[in-house]
């Protein structure tokens, strides 16, 4: 193990003097382990270079953007070729429309897509848009969920800067819990405008929790009796758990649905998209960006769902995922820990039973960064269609050694933010 990280400390050093906090938002590593590489400088299918020349696999996937590995050939070549024709033009390139046509094709309770850049720009603008459909302001969110950075949706825990009217309008219900919904929309009756629902419970710091069928049924039927949208915000999910909105696989299809992160493999670009009766309102809200319209992550996106409809790519990291699901129990099993891998494979998270100040779940981790495993302590990680087998099994073999490190030390580790 030779690893070190003088040129990532040096990188932090600098940043320190121009940039606030030396980093800020959720790819920051200022909550992580304090060893984690803050900088990269290069990534190729699953793997991550970092300045200290260190390699890793990576099981953060940008944080999901990466879907078919970074630096994918057919994607790049068609951005490539588009941004030898022109990216951020007077007006939108015909791509827009091709990549709106291919994801509705995919999706199937949608009949129309609107672009934008990040997730919170999607979720923000399906908000306006059930605002707009419905004439009411309440919005019914799942309490803890995360639906982006707006001063709407940023986590109390992060909302300095904000004002309490920037959520007067948001009602908590609690994920998973039909009745807590139903209380909300008796509570707000004639006012809710919109459910937003994530496709699973993927909160951090906690375990995930898949949706339970009746909950996402009970989301649908209140909304259709209070004249409310069911929004799914499937930013996050999408495309990993299904090749249609993740709800699809519940048989649940909502008016409205926000997608981002990975629909083009990692290209700047997000989207709504909506069911027929929502096209008036969709086309009556004022919504726009400098960038938004950018051609080159529309070719992005149309080479990306192409694969997303054509190939195997799901089926191919719904393999390898549990694949290395099926390892890490084992491992841990023979280890003597109390690993807990919870949510769908293809996005895990892993906490350690009895590791209330995450100083089991540091210390692994950090073992097995230094080894070139990549994992997160707190998030949810994502695989990718360009993990391999041997990936996984290099992954296991790096685990397996940074259980035994841990079990050496198990008694003095230092509670995670001491
Ligand atoms: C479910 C969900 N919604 C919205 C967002 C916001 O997306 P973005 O960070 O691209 O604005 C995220 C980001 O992680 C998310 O996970």
Redesign the pocket.
Known sequence: MNWSNTQDKLLRERARQVIPGGMYG?LSTSLLPADYPQYFQRGEGARLWDYDGNEYIDYLCA?GPNLLGYRHPEIEAAVLAQLAQGDVLTGPSAVMIEAAELFVSLVSHAEWAMFCK???DA?TMAMVIARAHTDRRVILAAQNA????DPWCVPAAFSKGTLPEDRASIVYYDYNDEESLAAAFDEHRGQVAAVFA?PFRHDTFVDQEDPNQAYAQAARRLCDEHGALLVV?D??AGFRLARDCSWSTLNVEPDLS?W??CFANGHPI?AVLGAEHLRKAASSIFTTGSFWFAAAPMAAAVATLKIIRDSDYLERIVAVSQQLRTGLAEQAGTHGFGLKQTGPAQMPLMLFEDDADFRIAYAWMTEAVKRGVYLHPYHNMFLSAAHTEQDIVKTLEVTDAAFEAVKKRIDSLPPAWA
């Open positions: 959720h944080y990040n997730g919170t979720t995360y639906h982006g950075a994530t915000d930013v996050r926000c981002g992160k997000s």
